[in-house]
């Protein structure tokens, strides 16, 4: 075991040790071209050599047609999810009879409760230190970013700083990327691939990376900070394009999910999104836009919520109360202001991206462990209504209108976090809770303008349910106060739930 130990150190030593060298490895990892390299069997020098002149034909060909094949598109208004009006005061159930305990301790049913500490979280720990100290010589002019609770710092080449010839139009984009093509970006690209390393970034972490950098060098909300950004992000292998009209530049993103409230055009049978990093609202129109993709580029955003991003262990305490069966609970849980501020950059997503969300280890190891005591020597069936419980007292409810003046779903922490929460916030977390503590399989329900839950359980519960892969989950509202399993709000009792699975 100490002979493999030694052996994988080495290894990591010695990478380390190409990327001082020869930090353009970094950048031709992202490309085809170490594998051609190989095959031919070019010496160090010689794939340095190659690969300059790889870089070289690429973006001189790139160049060439960003000066001639713009086309003129109309963006499509952002399509918006579920818009029919949720409720605004939530309905009480009535009372239900307490599901009975058995007197003889040997019958007491054994507690359920799983994945208690030590527990598996479902991402990560928090990266100590807060930062990633860079490997590679560090040269050119300095940038410290705030990165939701980090201070991070680059060294990017002075040639990056370019401006923009005005008018606007395919001649001084293209004229911009040459530019940039000739500064010395590899650096850059190598601290930002040990940054997305380091700190566990997602492909949206990296991507609002590296739109502060871009701000940061170029200007907040400028038309060159968009162009750095494609530019970057271009070069880190990812689809991303340019479009402008009447002197404003776009950045669009391709995504492997469906976005919401955010304009977009097809190419290819591909959906590009006019993103805003910080949810401002765009309504472009029409664009023009150059018809092709920079060669090799084959990654789209995964939107996917899995990383750490903005944790550092500075956890904001809240403390929320309840009852269950005439008893009194209080659970101190909490918030990483980092991650709050992190969640914000998010667009609009659909359910299952939710769904399958975690939590930060910091935040969610004590509430489990909180409720997990609380729920000692419960049934399944009173554990879920206990939880059920939590969530629909302890937390107080608006709708996402009354809250923000638009629809804003919610991620797990955040619902912990705002004062207020509607529906689909509060299935989100109760699904989260269910999973976690119980192990027991959740799917979403989605009726128009409600989503609610649905449990599988082992033990038989009556009461209303769905069916999904021959199997009968029952209905876990979080909405309808004081309801337990098996009892659908009054006003969705006849209307079939489309299924969140996840």
């Not at 010689?46 to 070289?56: H, R, S, T, V």
């Not at 507690?111 to 050119?140: K, Q, Y």
């Not at 689909?424 to 699904?431: I, K, N, S, T």
Request: glycine fraction near 4%.
């Amino acid at each position: 075991m100490k002979k493999k130990i030694h052996f994988y150190l080495l290894n990591i030593a010695a990478g380390i040790l190409l990327i001082v060298s020869r930090p353009w490895l970094a950048v031709a990892a992202n490309s085809d071209f170490l594998q051609w390299a190989q095959q031919q069997q070019l010496g160090v020098q010689q794939q340095k050599q190659a690969f300059e002149q790889y870089k070289d034909k690429k973006d001189k060909e790139f160049t060439a047609f960003l000066k001639a094949q713009w086309i003129t598109v109309d963006l499509k208004k952002g399509q918006q999810r579920d818009i029919t009006p949720k409720p605004v005061v939530m309905p009480v159930a009535p009372p239900e009879p307490e599901i009975s305990t058995p007197q003889k301790p040997q019958s007491v049913p054994k507690p359920v409760v799983v994945n208690l500490p030590p527990s598996t979280p479902l991402i990560p720990p928090i990266p100590v230190p807060a930062d990633v100290v860079p490997v590679i010589p560090l040269s050119g002019e300095k940038i410290t970013i705030e990165y939701y609770g980090r201070s991070l710092s680059f060294y990017y080449d002075r040639r990056l700083q370019i401006q923009l010839a005005y008018p606007v139009g395919k001649n001084a984009i293209s004229d911009y990327w040459s530019g940039l093509s000739h500064a010395d970006y590899d650096r850059l690209l190598v601290q930002l691939n040990q940054q997305k390393t380091g700190l566990k970034l997602t492909d949206w972490a990296y991507a609002v990376l590296v739109h502060k950098i871009s701000d940061a060098i170029d200007g907040s909300g400028s038309n060159e900070s968009a162009l750095l950004s494609w530019f970057l992000l271009t070069k880190s292998a990812y689809q991303a394009r340019i479009a402008y009209s009447r002197n404003k530049v776009y950045l669009l993103i391709r995504t492997q999910q469906k976005l919401f409230d955010l304009p977009y055009f097809r190419f290819a049978g591909k959906r590009y999104y006019a993103v805003s990093f910080n949810n401002t609202r765009q309504f472009p129109g029409e664009v023009y836009t150059y018809d092709s993709q920079y060669p090799g580029n084959v990654k789209a955003l995964n939107m996917k919520v899995t990383a750490v991003v903005g944790a550092n262990a500075k956890v904001n305490r809240r403390e929320l109360s309840f009852r269950y069966k005439g008893q009194l609970y209080s659970i101190k849980t909490g918030y990483d202001q980092g991650r709050i501020d992190f969640f914000r950059s998010y667009p609009q997503m659909s359910l299952p991206l939710y769904f399958s969300s975690g939590v930060e280890t910091e935040i969610a190891k004590p509430l489990k462990q909180q409720l997990a005591n609380d729920m000692k020597n419960m049934s399944e069936q009173q554990a879920v209504n206990f939880l059920l419980r939590f969530v629909q007292t302890a937390l107080h409810y608006k709708t996402d209108q009354q809250q923000f003046g638009e629809e804003n779903y919610l991620f797990p922490e955040e619902t912990l976090y705002y004062p207020y929460s509607d529906c689909e916030d509060r299935a989100v977390l109760f699904a989260w809770l269910v999973k976690n503590l119980l192990g027991l399989d959740v799917i979403g329900l989605d009726y128009p303008g409600h989503v609610a839950a649905a449990v599988y359980f082992n033990e038989k519960v009556k009461g209303d349910s769905v069916n999904y892969k021959g199997r009968k989950y029952m209905v876990t509202d979080p909405t309808y106060i004081n309801a337990d399993a098996g009892m659908t709000m009054p006003d969705y009792k006849k209307i079939k739930p489309v299924l969140i699975t996840y």
